[in-house]
């Protein structure tokens, strides 16, 4: 089964720092793109940063550009974010998410996107 599983969400002030790490299992890392999305209660589904993990190919929201980072260790088959300058604009629950695989280009589409983690909370106060 594909598992994608996100990590180190919390509760930071504004101006904190926090990195999130997604694991993924039962799909090939390399050779897919992947990425980070972002929802709010009711609110519609945004992206955040995508990359392609094969390439050097990300795309970023203009949202979190100079701030949000996102990196990758294929070793692990796993993919991090790490968010700096945090403001209260930015709690949201954040997903991992994985396409169907063979996209070079990181779309920032989440229907592009095929698999998801369940999520993990980032609240700014």
């Known amino acids: 089964d594909v598992q994608l599983v996100e990590s180190g969400g919390g509760s930071v002030q504004a101006g904190g720092s926090l990195r999130l790490a997604c694991v993924t299992s039962g799909i090939q890392y390399r050779s897919r793109c992947m990425g980070w999305f972002r929802q709010a209660p009711g609110g519609e589904r945004e992206a955040v940063v995508n990359i392609a993990t094969s390439g050097d190919i990300i795309n970023y929201a203009d949202s979190v550009k100079g701030r949000f980072t996102i990196s990758q260790d294929n070793t692990k088959n796993t993919l991090y974010l790490q968010m700096n300058g945090l403001k209260p604009e930015d709690t949201n629950m954040y997903y991992c998410?994985?396409?169907?695989?063979?996209?070079?280009?990181?779309?920032?589409?989440?229907?592009?996107?095929?698999?998801w983690g369940q999520g993990t909370q980032v609240t700014v106060s």
């Open positions: 998410a994985a396409d169907s695989g063979g996209s070079w280009y990181p779309s920032l589409e989440d229907y592009d996107y095929a698999y």
